[in-house]
């Protein structure tokens, strides 16, 4: 008899079939989420570019789509990166002539501070060897004299530092009132 074989067969088919559809809903639902998690970092990064505070203007005619949008941010990207560069060589270049100039005041500076040690040492050995009595008298105070000086008023020569000009010298004063032209 066919008919129990035909039963079986049909039960087969139906469970197969059952099966077939089962798993092609469940492909198409695991497609479904697959996809959509692929894709939800590019939806949130163009969702982002399009409500940002600067939203790009699309170059492209019609490039309203996600790829357009991406793919003018980038460009707008680049040129960004291009003008910052540009910028950063133009400030260091600046800066290049800026340490050239200080390296030249520097040189200028070391020089003039040498001729005046220089200077300095001349006139100290031409007055530490005169026999005249020599100062220095600064606000009232000596600010430099020499050996001569301290032996002619008998003090040593610490002594003079913080003593009043007026007190060895009456005139200082009037002297000092004198050169600076008061």
């Known amino acids: 008899d066919k008919a129990p074989l035909q039963k079986s067969i049909r039960e087969i088919l139906i469970k197969?079939?059952?099966?077939?559809?089962?798993?092609?809903?469940?492909?198409?639902?695991?497609?479904?989420?697959?996809?959509?998690?692929?894709?939800?970092?590019?939806?949130?990064?163009?969702?982002?570019?399009?409500?940002?505070?600067?939203?790009?203007?699309?170059?492209?005619?019609?490039?309203?789509?996600?790829?357009?949008?991406?793919?003018?941010?980038?460009?707008?990207?680049?040129?960004?990166?291009?003008?910052?560069?540009?910028?950063?060589?133009?400030?260091?270049?600046?800066?290049?002539?800026?340490?050239?100039?200080?390296?030249?005041?520097?040189t200028k500076r070391r020089r003039i501070e040498n001729d005046l040690r220089e200077s300095e040492e001349k006139f100290r050995s031409i007055s530490e060897g005169i026999a005249d009595g020599v100062a220095i008298i600064i606000n009232r105070k000596f600010a430099w004299y020499n050996r001569a000086f301290c032996a002619i008023f008998g003090f040593r020569h610490k002594d003079l530092l913080d003593l009043d000009a007026e007190m060895l010298l009456p005139q200082a004063d009037q002297m000092q009132a004198h050169l600076s032209g008061r």
Request: aromatic residues 8%; charged residues 20%.
């Open 16 to 106: 197969n079939l059952l099966l077939l559809f089962f798993f092609l809903a469940m492909g198409c639902v695991a497609t479904y989420y697959i996809v959509r998690g692929v894709t939800r970092p590019i939806a949130e990064l163009v969702e982002g570019i399009r409500s940002g505070p600067h939203a790009p203007d699309l170059r492209f005619a019609g490039s309203n789509d996600e790829l357009g949008l991406l793919s003018s941010t980038y460009s707008d990207m680049i040129e960004s990166l291009s003008n910052s560069f540009q910028t950063i060589s133009e400030l260091k270049e600046g800066l290049e002539v800026k340490v050239r100039e200080l390296e030249s005041e520097i």
